[in-house]
T-cell receptor
Framework: KQEVTQIPAALSVPEGENLVLNCSFT??????LQWFRQDPGKGLTSLLL?????REQTSGRLNASLDKSSGRSTLYIAASQPGDSATYLC????????????FGQGTILTVHP | NAGVTQTPKFQVLKTGQSMTLQCAQD?????MSWYRQDPGMGLRLIHY???????DQGEVPNGYNVSRSTTEDFPLRLLSAAPSQTSVYFC?????????????FGEGSWLTVV
């Protein structure tokens, strides 16, 4: 059974800092790894999806990496802004079960001015 | 393009009552799923469908039923609500091969069982 863990549970940084969120998973037979953002009282918005054959994906100030051998993924946020404050979740789709996601518990990010 | 639409947004039920959470998507996605989100537990998969007429159980299926008669709709039924089903419910849809960010979530349904 896939298990996903996110560290840290919460993070508070000043505006402008570069930061890294960590995600680890137990089953290396992962189909893809996805990072989501969730604002309070809202649904999830997909940020980046990394296929199992890929090492990283980039979108604007966001960069996500995937290392299947070590069971780790990181989300790098450059030049953080107060608008980046949200909960960030990673989720893995295992084996042939595309779309059946196992989520971590999330990292609550606060970027203060 | 409405994406994934969930109704109702908020609902209060008494123990033992039944209800259906509705989910509809207009993106012609084959895959649809239901998750519940609880404090300290993250999101957990309840039921899953890979197409009309095909459903499968997820991690926490007990107390919930689903059906998929059309590609667009994937309702979640609570036959006899229990306080343990108090949660936020999210519906999601996806389709492999449609691009980088292919999983879309609804806005959520807040359910309280008293």
């Amino acid at each position: 059974k896939q298990e996903v863990t996110q560290i840290p549970a919460a993070l508070s940084v000043p505006e402008g800092e570069n930061l890294v969120l960590n995600c680890s998973f137990t089953d290396s037979a992962i189909y893809n790894l996805q990072w989501f953002r969730q604002d309070p009282g809202k649904g999830l918005t997909s940020l980046l999806l990394i296929q199992s054959s890929q090492r990283e994906q980039t979108s604007g100030r966001l960069n996500a990496s995937l290392d299947k051998s070590s069971g780790r993924s990181t989300l790098y946020i450059a030049a953080s802004q107060p608008g980046d404050s949200a909960t960030y979740l990673c989720a893995g789709a295992g084996g042939t079960s595309y779309g059946k996601l196992t989520f971590g518990q999330g990292t609550i990010l606060t970027v203060h001015p | 393009n409405a994406g994934v639409t969930q109704t109702p947004k908020f609902q209060v039920l008494k123990t033992g009552q039944s209800m259906t959470l509705q989910c509809a998507q207009d993106m012609n996605h084959e895959y649809m799923s239901w998750y519940r989100q609880d404090p300290g537990m993250g999101l957990r998969l309840i039921h899953y469908s890979v197409g009309a007429g095909i459903t499968d159980q997820g991690e926490v299926p007990n107390g919930y039923n689903v059906s998929r008669s059309t590609t667009e709709d994937f309702p979640l039924r609570l036959l006899s609500a229990a306080p343990s089903q108090t949660s936020v419910y999210f519906c999601a849809s996806s389709s492999p091969g449609q691009g980088r960010n292919t999983i879309y979530f609804g806005e959520g349904s807040w359910l309280t069982v008293v």
